[in-house]
Every structure is written in structure tokens, then in C-alpha cells.
T-cell receptor
Framework: NAGVMQNPRHLVRRRGQEARLRCSPM?????VYWYRQLPEEGLKFMVY????????ESGMPKERFSAEFPKEGPSILRIQQVVRGDSAAYFC??????????????FGPGTRLTVL | QQQVKQSPQSLIVQKGGISIINCAYE??????FPWYQQFPGKGPALLIA?????SEKKEGRFTISFNKSAKQFSLHIMDSQPGDSATYFC???????????FGTGTSLTVIP
């Protein structure tokens, strides 16, 4: 049973380019969460999605960032016109989130984005 | 505003010793408190979690102590081993909420 998969594991972009990060949830999980981790800091929530729906994007920067989780295929976190401050590790987590469940989230290995 | 405060930032423990990491929270609506272990270059892995209806949970060498009135919880690692050297994050969430609120992490080094 494969865990949460993310790719690429490392991504280098120049300022102004676009970054696309992909996340495939664990089998049986239909809820996806994206977090960002800056060096020496904890993880910060960005967005929560279910298939074809954004449920909560309260942690997402208002500009340049977008996320989707299509009916088929992985969830995508897209960062347009990247800046040096976007350099971070981006983690995806997934859960089953059954009624009455405690929303146990399982994390992928992350994508390390470096903006030159 | 940091919803979950974690200390210490770093910890060095002798092999066989006890490692203790503390976390405190403010939001009394939190009802799920997991601990994650993260090795360099890897994603956080769920280690152990507790709900506020119990004061302690033990799994092998790992124990969570929970003090609801003080709004504090801690991770104890008994008989610490060099392989336990990693960064540990506490977190809190609400069953009805969407996100985990993470502490800032504790870098644990266990020396042989």
C-alpha cells in the first residue's frame, strides 16, 4: 500500500518561472492538504481539497498560488512567477476523513523548491 | 500568531536517557494532538497521537502526557537511541477543522 507520493522531489526554478508540484494521495484517501515548511520552522497549512473542490484555502497566499484536485489524476499546487521567498519544502498530506474520525493526516516526502 | 508553542528548540540526550519535548496550546477547541517525527529530507511521519479524554498514552518507548487544565502536552522518549535523532513536531487540530497547527519543531540528537 503506497503512501502519499509527491513529485518532483526537488525543483529548481528561476525568478518569474512557474512551479508545479504534484501529489497523489494514499489509496482510499480523497482528502488532500498542502503545507509549506520554511527552514527552521514548522509546517504551515495552505489549502485543503477534496476531489474537484477547494474546501479551505485560508492559508494560501492570495496571489500567484493556486491548487486543484481534479477528478482524475494528482492534486497540483501551482506557483506562478516564483520569487526567492517561495523557496521552501512543500508537503502534501492525505486523509480519509470519515464521519466521527479524527482526521489523521499522512504526509508525503515533500518537494523542495529552490528559486534562483 | 503561533497556535502551538513547542520547546526546547534543540535537545541533546545521552543514549539510554529520557528525551522530553513540551508543547502548549491556547485554543480549547483542539481535540486531537499528534506528534510527528521527521528525518532530514523526508516528510513528517506520525509517531503517536492523543485525544483529551485521556491523560497519557504509551506506545513502546514513546509516551504522550496530556494536561488538559494546563493546556499542555509532552512527548517522552524512554531509553533514547541514536536512531531517534530527528526533528519532532507536535501538532493540534479540531475534529471539525481542516488543518493541523504545528509547533516549530525540536531537533533531537542522541549521542552514543
Amino acid at each position: 500500500n503506497a503512501g502519499v507520493m509527491q513529485n518532483p522531489r526537488h525543483l529548481v526554478r528561476r525568478r518569474g518561472q512557474e512551479a508545479r508540484l504534484r501529489c497523489s494521495p494514499m489509496k482510499g484517501h480523497s482528502h488532500v492538504y498542502w503545507y509549506r515548511q520554511l527552514p527552521e520552522e514548522g509546517l504551515k497549512f495552505m489549502v485543503y481539497l477534496q476531489k474537484e473542490n477547494i474546501i479551505d484555502e485560508s492559508g494560501m497566499p492570495k496571489e500567484r498560488f493556486s491548487a486543484e484536485f481534479p477528478k482524475e489524476g494528482p492534486s497540483i499546487l501551482r506557483i506562478q512567477q516564483v520569487v526567492r521567498g517561495d523557496s521552501a519544502a512543500y508537503f502534501c498530506a492525505s486523509s480519509r476523513r470519515l464521519a466521527g474520525d479524527y482526521n489523521e493526516q499522512f504526509f508525503g516526502p515533500g518537494t523542495r523548491l529552490t528559486v534562483l | 500568531q503561533q497556535q502551538v508553542k513547542q520547546s526546547p528548540q534543540s535537545l541533546i540526550v545521552q543514549k539510554g536517557g529520557i528525551s522530553i519535548i513540551n508543547c502548549a496550546y491556547e485554543n480549547t477547541a483542539f481535540d486531537y494532538f499528534p506528534w510527528y517525527q521527521q528525518f532530514p529530507g523526508k516528510g513528517p511521519a506520525l509517531l503517536i497521537a492523543i485525544r483529551p479524554d485521556v491523560s497519557e498514552k504509551k506506545e513502546g518507548r514513546f509516551t504522550i502526557s496530556f494536561n488538559k487544565s494546563a493546556k499542555q502536552f509532552s512527548l517522552h522518549i524512554m531509553d533514547s537511541q541514536p536512531g531517534d535523532s530527528a526533528t519532532y513536531f507536535c501538532a493540534a487540530s479540531m475534529q471539525t477543522g481542516n488543518q493541523f497547527y504545528f509547533g516549530t519543531g525540536t531537533s533531537l540528537t542522541v549521542i552514543p
